[in-house]
């Protein structure tokens, strides 16, 4: 069943998003060269116990940490530690959520460690980015959730990858629905499988976390020994993001961003919702 939000409740969401807002604004300042993934974590959970937020990653199912630290090969539920040193031409993509009231926000972004980055990184990262957008455009009254897969899988397929090849859509993971638990209903794959159907359409209330994962190889994955990291099979670095978004009566709001989604979807032709904490 898709947990459909009220106004009200879609408002104590978008308090949990302004917190994990801080948490990615704050770790992003963070990854420099030197630092470790641990070091990230506690930059996390200060801003957690700056907001009176708790941390919606820390403990579930066993996870040890405030936030995920997935580097270069890295995909997702990468787990901070001190013997992980950022270094100068890494990339990191840092996953994180809050709990307000009860009620979750969840988000990711990946950040470029130092200079001298690649130019197939720096259009990685890109590319990543833009298809979580063109998913969340699609979020619109009358669409079904696969128009939200399609959008994402259209804008990424689109794209020539420097070098030539394909970027690959990582298979086995995607977004989700959010709200008074950070994973819910409805799965969102991050490509068009037919088999799945249309999914279900998407009404005034509906909350969805879009995550893309995208490769600069493989869409397989693997996890590590220690039942969390996930890296490519291949090896290839990858990236990831993400944001919460809610469809309301007056469009998309991105829970998770600080404006709301509104300079990114006008790029769009779109309008986001008014923000309830305004």
Known sequence: ??????????AKMRAAGLVVAAIHAATREAAVP????KDLDEVARKVLAEHGAKSNFLGYGGFPATICTSANE???????SDEV???????ISIDCGAIV???HGDAAYTAFVGSGHAPEL????RVTEESMWAGIAAMKQ?????????????YIRRQPKPGGGKYGIIEDYGGHGIGTEMHMDPHLLNYVEKRRGKGPKLVPGFCLAIEPMVSLGTPRTEVLEDDWTVITTDGTWSSHWEHSVALTEEGPLV???PDGGRAKLAEHGITAAPDPLA
């Open 85 to 91: 040193v950022l270094k100068d031409g890494d990339i």
């Open 122 to 125: 720096l259009e990685l990262s």
């Open 101 to 103: 009231d009860g009620w």
């Open 1 to 10: 069943m898709v947990q459909i939000k009220t106004p009200e409740q879609i």
């Open 142 to 154: 009358g669409n079904r959730l696969v128009d939200v897969s399609r959008a994402i899988e259209t």
């Open 34 to 37: 030197g630092a470790t993934t």
């Open 74 to 80: 890295v995909v997702v539920h990468g787990i901070p």
């Open 255 to 257: 829970l998770t961003s």
